[in-house]
Structures are given as structure tokens and as C-alpha cells.
């Protein structure tokens, strides 16, 4: 059966273009894409989750405010009843010169399944999609 | 002559307007009470009467109808995300010219249950999931309505690909099942307008039985839709126009009733600036909303809780003991008419607190969040802070002394965050006409465009905040 997405840009982030890529390289792939497009708030992605029965949420952080308004996000997902929804991210979440690492270790921590540094292209993504759901 | 009789089964009057289409004009108007309880032909008959008196006997080419009769359309809507499916049953159960008496949203619980059994609307409208998305919670709340007590019809109108289950799991219940297209196909995509239509044909073809219209309807060509329907109609005409004449662009429509306070607005209400970011359900054009709880007779202490009795007392230069006892008493006495001049200050203060929190509840919300990147500000719902034209319908506005006082009010007592008018021109509907306009407006949508500009387009005074 078809998967479906639910795609957007975090926070106060208008970065536009890369959310259009992804939003065509995902459905290009298969995927029934529900894309909110730039500036989406944490609930906004948790009530198209639901009302489209989402399989995973795709957040991306271009600004470098990533880690800030990522905060909370899984543990209101559990509260919306999302259990166990797929958690991308991915973007420029690694801000100034720390190491990719421990900026993925404190995504990871936060709940998110998989976490995608800077200039990662859509085709990891899908790749990673691919494995994280054949089996569900 | 090509004369048309417009009907308007009210909850208290029976209005008639006769129209000559090919002047155009209108011939005459009446009214009578309307007899729901004994015979409903019997106020139609006699408001018929009273027009003829006028106008002589006139053959009509039609007679068409609409009704608000015996309490109107009563609705119970169940979506999903209360921001989003529950919000879409809302917009499109209004767009048909219903009162919702209740929104459930996620699974209905025992509790919802037992409050849907005592309300027994007159159709429930089912909602929930986007096409091909979540099917769980719709199909929980068929199976739980399918048993539900009580025989009003259910309108499954969600995720495309639970109909055919829900509409099987419904059917082993006593609820008559209708179908119409997702109220919300896509994320944050409206498509009401389908539900809507179903919803005036279940009207047309149960509710005006079952209130004991059924007689009327052998006297005419129709009961086309329920009232609200009709003015909802009249507005976007008189707004965006036909292809040949133009409208008069942006307006708000106010009808402050005895009951209820509805309000509509004819506006995109898109942010006024770029650097706004809209969040939530984008609106519909053409949007109505009723407030069940707002209304200057039988929901005269709705209003008072809603504003409290303290800002009553202010805007009315009465104490709070004397609101509160007359707030009582309208509530109990609906007949009341303001006896002396105390109590026309205490209706102005009604009037005033109901349009402006009906308004409130109806326009969007701007609020200024903050941000990694700075202050932002973020709107919900429409931007009707530029309209400029309000048509104000409903006796007791049309009939108040003060209406331009009343409005003002209603727009100076706003939160800063509302996006309601700042200043608008007031039109006014004397004659009843909005809602035989409406009756007209499909089939002669130009007539009814002429005569509504000719009769409530001129601007009668202005408020401004
Ligand atoms: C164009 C641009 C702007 C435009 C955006 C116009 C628009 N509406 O789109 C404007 C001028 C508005 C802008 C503003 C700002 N920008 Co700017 N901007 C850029 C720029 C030059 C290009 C962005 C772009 O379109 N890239 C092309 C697309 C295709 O790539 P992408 O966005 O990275 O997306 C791809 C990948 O990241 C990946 N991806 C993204 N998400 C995910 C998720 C998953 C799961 C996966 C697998 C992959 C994936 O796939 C996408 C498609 O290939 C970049 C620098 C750069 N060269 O990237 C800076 C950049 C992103 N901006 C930056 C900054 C700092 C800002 C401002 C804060 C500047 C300021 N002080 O005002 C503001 C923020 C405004 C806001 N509220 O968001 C920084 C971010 C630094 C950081 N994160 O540490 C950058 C990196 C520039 C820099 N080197 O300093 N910006």
C-alpha cells in the first residue's frame, strides 16, 4: 500500500526551495506526499499526521534553529496518539563547527528515528524510508 | 407581468415578497404568523390574503419557499482534529443553513453518546480522515452512531476510502444513510460545498415532512432550502455579482435574532501583509457562521455569560441587579418587548454584546508570536478587518432606534487581536427581501442582484471605531 508523508519546514523557517525538491523527489518515489510547505508548527504536523494516517513525519530545518523547535515534538506525537510514527530530520541542523555526531546523538534523543546532516539528498532519504517501513 | 411569489416560513412570521421578474420590481410584500403547530398553510394563506389586499389578485408563475420554521435545521457535526474535519462538518453544516447544535471531534465517547441521544438532531453530519488517511476513528463513530437511538438521517462525508465501510455499518442501524464527497479531500483543502447540497436535499426531502411542512410544500413549487441557505445565497450575490453587472464587492452580513446570532461574511480575508503567516484551515469565500448561544430572547443569558453581566450593566448605565433580573426575564419571556426607556438601554446593551462577540467568534485572529528570527505575526482565520460594508438584517436590528450606536459598540469592543471591521457603512434589509433574494438567485440571479441593490445597497449610516 501507498505510503503517505507528512512533509514541512519547521519554526519560523522560510527556506523554501529544498522543501519543494523533497516534496518532489518523495512523491516521484511513491509516496503520497501531505506537504505543508515552510513555517510549520509542531501541532500542524501532528494534526495532518492524523487526519492523513501518516506513516512518518519528514521535518526539515534549514535556518539553524532546527534543535530548538524540534524540542517536544516525539513526546507530543505519543500524546497524539502517533505511537511509534517514523521521525526524520534533515537540513542545516549542525550549527557553527560542532561535529555532525553529537548533533544526530541529541536528535536521536530527542526521538527522532533518523537524522540527515547538512547536504544529504533526497535519495538517502527515500533509501532510508524504503527500509524503515517495508516491514510495516 | 411574470410575476414570482417568495415565501419565507420564519419561526414566528410567515413572510411573502411578490416579485414582477421582467419590470423588475417588487409587487407587494405581507406577513402572518406562522402556524407550525396547527396547519402551516394556514399563516401562508393568510399572509397571501394580506398581499393580495395590496396588490390585487396576481397569477404567479411560481411559488418558491424557504423555511426556518418549527426551530430550522438542527445539526450535529463529527470530524476528526477539531481544527481541521470537525472544523470543515462545522463550515459546511453551516453553508447549508444549519444550526450546530454540537461538534464532537476524535472517537465519540459513552458521554458524547448520551449527550447525541438526548439531542437528536435532525441530520448528523460524519466526518474524519482526509482521502486515504485515517479511516480508524470514522469507522468507530459509524459503528457507534449505527446504534445509536433515533431515526435522523447521517451524511457520511469523510475519508473516501472508509464511505463504503461506514455506509455499511450505518446501514445495520435505524439512521437513513446519505453520502457526499470529503468536506476535506486534501490537507488543509475545503470542499463543503458538495456536503452542503446534500444536506438542503435531505431538507427538502425529510425535514420539511417531519416538521409538518408537508402541507405547504403541496401549495408550491418548493421549499428550496432552509432560510439561512437563502440569505447566505442573497450576500454572495449581492457581493461578487453576475457576469454581466458587478456586486458590491467585501461584506458582512449581521442577523441578530431572538434566538440565535448569525453571521456572514463574502471575503477572501487573506493576510493584509506578506510577512503574516496564516495558520489553521483556510476559510471559506462565502462563510456563515451561527452563534446558538447568542440571541436576545431565548438566549438572553447566553449573552450575559458570554460577555458577564458587569460589562452589561456598563454598556446599559444600569446596575448589575437589574440586568441580571432582566436578562432573566427575557430568557423566560421571550415575548418581552422593551417597556420603558431602562429597558431599551438593557436590549441596546444585548445587541450590542451579541454582534460583537458573534462578530469576534466569526472573523479571524491576528497575534504577534515571537520567534528565533524575531517577532512574527501569525493569522487564523479571515482578515474581515478591511470590509467595509455591513448588511444588517434580523428585527431587531432593522427595527432598533440606535442601529448605528449598536454597531459601533459592537465593533469598538473588540480584543485588539480581532480582525473584524474598523469602520463600515451599514446597509440595511427592511423589507425582508435577503432571503427571497436568495430564493431567486439561481434562476434570476440578475433580478435579484437589481432589486437588492436598489432596495438595501444604499448606505444608511456609518460606524467607525
Ligand atoms: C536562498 C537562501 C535564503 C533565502 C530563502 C528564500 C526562500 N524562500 O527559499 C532567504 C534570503 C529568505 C534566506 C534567509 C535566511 N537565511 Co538563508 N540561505 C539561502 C541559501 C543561499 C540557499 C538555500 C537553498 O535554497 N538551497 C537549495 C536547497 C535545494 O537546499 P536545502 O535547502 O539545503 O535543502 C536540501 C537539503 O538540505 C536536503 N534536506 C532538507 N531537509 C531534509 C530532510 C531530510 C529527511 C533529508 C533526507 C534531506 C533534507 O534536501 C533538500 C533538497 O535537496 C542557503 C545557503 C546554501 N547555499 O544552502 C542559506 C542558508 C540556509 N541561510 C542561512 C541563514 C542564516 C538565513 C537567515 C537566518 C539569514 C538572516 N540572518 O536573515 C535567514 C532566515 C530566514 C528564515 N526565517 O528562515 C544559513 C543557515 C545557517 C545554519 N543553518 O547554520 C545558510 C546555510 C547560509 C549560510 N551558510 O550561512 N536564506
Known sequence: ?136 | MRAILLIDFGSTYTKLTAVDLSAPRVLGSAQAFTTVASDISLGLEQALARLEAATGHIQYEARLACSSAAGGLNMVACGLVPGLTSKAARLAAFGAGAKVIRTFAYQLTDEDMAQLARIQPDILLLCGGIDGGNSEVILHNAARIASAPGDYPVLVAGNRAAQAECVRLLEQGSHPVYTAPNVMPEMNTLNIEPAAEVIRQIFLKRIILAKGLGRAQRLLDGILMPTPAAVLKALRLLSKGTGDEAGLGDLIGVDLGGATTDIYSIARGEPASPTTIMRGLPEPLAKRTVEGDLGMRYNALGIQEAVGAAALAQLSGQDEDAVQAYVVHCDSQPETLPGDETQRQMDRALAISAVGTALARHAGTLERVYTPMGPMHEQRGKDLSQVRQVVVTGGALVYAMDLQQIMEQALRRQEATALTPRQAGLMVDRGYILSAMGLLADTHGAVALRLMKDIIGREEAYAAV
Open chain 1, 1 to 136: 500500500m501507498q505510503k503517505t508523508l507528512v512533509l514541512g519546514v519547521i519554526g519560523a523557517d522560510v527556506h523554501a526551495v529544498g522543501n519543494q525538491i523533497l516534496n518532489y523527489a518523495f512523491t516521484d518515489a511513491g509516496f503520497h506526499v501531505v506537504n505543508l510547505g515552510v513555517m510549520v508548527s509542531q501541532e500542524e504536523f501532528i494534526e495532518a499526521a492524523i487526519e492523513s494516517a501518516a506513516d512518518a513525519i519528514i521535518v526539515s530545518s534549514l535556518y539553524g534553529h532546527g534543535e530548538l523547535d524540534c524540542q517536544g515534538l516525539r513526546d507530543k506525537c505519543d500524546e497524539a496518539g502517533l505511537k511509534g510514527i517514523l521521525l526524520y530530520v534533515g537540513g542545516n541542523i549542525v550549527v557553527g563547527k560542532q561535529p555532525f555526531e553529537e548533533v544526530r546523538q541529541r536528535f536521536l534523543d530527542m526521538g527522532f528515528d533518523r537524522v540527515f546532516g547538512p547536504g544529504t539528498p533526497p535519495e538517502a532519504g527515500i533509501a532510508a524510508l524504503r527500509e524503515d517501513l517495508a516491514d510495516r
